[in-house]
């Protein structure tokens, strides 16, 4: 079956193949044109590296593939002018000279391929990524994949290349010859971002697009390749509180960047008058510190929520770390601390600076997607803790892994606390099954219904027990 085309149409001329081959013609020639009548001492010292006094004059690598992708796009071009009608005499011209422009472009080639060369390390390096940033068009896309080549960034193939250590042929202590960095499989979808996210100068300040970074971890992009710039900080940063006063202390707004929240300060966060213009929706209230929520007992007739006392009865010294797998500002981390349990509080930023927040109370922030492993070896933690985050947007397939997941790195006897999942009536059977095939034992169950809206959905809380496996 033919595949439909679904290129987008050209703005260059209207109507029939012919002027879009015009346009496409003067599109190829224009940059050979500047290529081949620029100065060429010129062109060496725009290109010439700024690190050390050299004579030595090099080219960017970017040069030679923005070159080369000249010449497969010369190539596609002639091919799908030689199936066209090859009686037309506007054709044929039109092939002629894409053809001498093609021979041209191999010449210019073959005289620039000396003259490349990886640039020196140096504070003023730039990264080796393509010049051409542009969002590509569909059929690029196509081309990149069946070519073999999906990034374009050259720092991103320096950091996914194979690292042999320094002693060739000798393991290391992990038992390997080598170290070979990862990126998530779902990078290779976002190639253009990825090529985008690793444009910057090396040994110089990160561009400010921790946003950008986010979205891609959300996507499946992760983990993302690491980066060799310095992270931005608050310009007027102050010394953190004391840990006694840390946890219950609104954090000072100096601490904290704001240029991507749409919340310019600490006030803003925790405002009635900029309900609903905050940036952010997951967790409402959670950048105001409050213990009721969690010490006062509630009538569990009503109520889908536990205490932290009523839950910590349940295995008397013996929750002593864990983890809160939620949309948190670190408010039950504190009171688990208050407690002597150590959490680690997994979010991402939604809208608001919740990691900065976390890491300011003086907990630990744990930077994770929701698509992501969780860093812990099996069988180490005494309890996981979620609420707000597992409700009915989640398809089965994905709580599963992630139920597994937690299952693995949860010792046995330890708790998974489930708070307030929700989802609409005629789906929680289906779910409550899901939680069920863990087989762990009930240690409390609540499912009442969810009041706020419609009353049409419902709510599941639960403290489960892992057990013991052969």
Not at 167 to 191: H, R, T, W, Y
Request: aromatic content about 10%.
């Amino acid at each position: 079956m033919q595949k439909q085309s679904t290129s987008k149409p050209s703005k260059c001329l209207p109507g029939g193949f012919l002027p879009i081959m015009l346009c496409l013609l003067l599109f190829v020639s224009l940059p050979i044109f500047i290529i081949s009548t620029s100065n060429t001492p010129y062109l060496q010292f725009m290109y010439s590296t700024a690190a050390g006094n050299t004579n030595d004059h090099v080219l960017p690598y970017s040069l030679h593939n923005q070159i080369s992708h000249l010449q497969t796009r010369l190539g596609v071009l002639l091919q799908q002018l030689h199936t066209e009608n090859s009686e037309s005499k506007a054709v044929a011209k039109i092939s002629d000279q894409l053809l001498g422009i093609a021979m041209s472009l191999d010449k210019l080639a073959n005289s620039l391929s000396g003259q490349y060369r990886d640039p020196p390390t140096g504070k003023t390096e730039t990264s080796n990524v393509e010049e051409d940033l542009s969002e590509p068009e569909e059929d690029e896309v196509e081309e990149r994949s069946q070519g073999g080549k999906i990034f374009n960034s050259g720092e991103l193939h320096n950091y996914t290349s194979t690292k042999p250590h320094r002693l060739d042929g000798k393991k290391n202590f992990l038992g390997v010859e080598a170290i070979n960095p990862a990126i998530g499989s779902a990078c290779a979808q976002m190639a253009w971002n990825i090529d985008q996210f690793m444009t910057y100068k090396i040994f110089a300040t990160c561009p400010d697009d921790w946003d950008m970074a986010q979205k891609l971890l959300a996507s499946g992009c992760d983990p993302l390749p690491r980066r060799r710039c310095f992270a931005r900080s608050p310009p007027h940063y102050s010394k953190p509180l004391p840990i006694h006063s840390s946890l219950w202390t609104q954090p000072s707004d100096v601490n904290i960047l704001w240029n991507k929240y749409k919340c310019k300060g600490y006030s803003c966060l925790v405002s009635n008058e900029t309900l609903n213009k905050r940036g952010f929706f997951k967790c409402s209230d959670c950048f105001i510190f409050s213990k009721q929520r969690w010490e006062i007992p509630k009538n569990e007739s009503v109520s889908a929520e536990f205490t932290i006392d009523e839950v910590l009865s349940l295995k008397p010294g013996e929750i002593r770390i864990g983890l809160d797998f939620s949309p948190t500002t670190g408010t039950f981390a504190a009171m688990m601390r208050e407690k002597n349990v150590t959490i680690a509080s997994s979010t991402l930023n939604l809208g608001a600076p919740f990691n900065e927040v976390i890491a300011l109370r003086g907990l630990l922030p744990l930077y994770l997607s929701i698509g992501s492993r969780l860093p812990f070896f099996d069988n180490t933690l005494d309890i996981i803790h979620s609420t707000l985050f597992l409700d009915g947007w989640i398809g089965v397939e994905l709580l599963q892994f992630m139920l597994f997941d937690w299952d693995r790195v949860i010792r046995p006897k330890g708790i998974l606390w489930v708070d307030r999942f929700f989802c609409k009536k005629e789906e929680m059977k289906m779910y409550l099954e899901e939680f069920s095939k863990l087989g762990y034992r009930k240690l409390m169950w609540r499912v009442l219904p969810k009041m706020d809206k419609l009353g049409d959905e419902l709510f599941f809380s639960a403290v489960l027990e892992k057990p013991l496996r052969g």
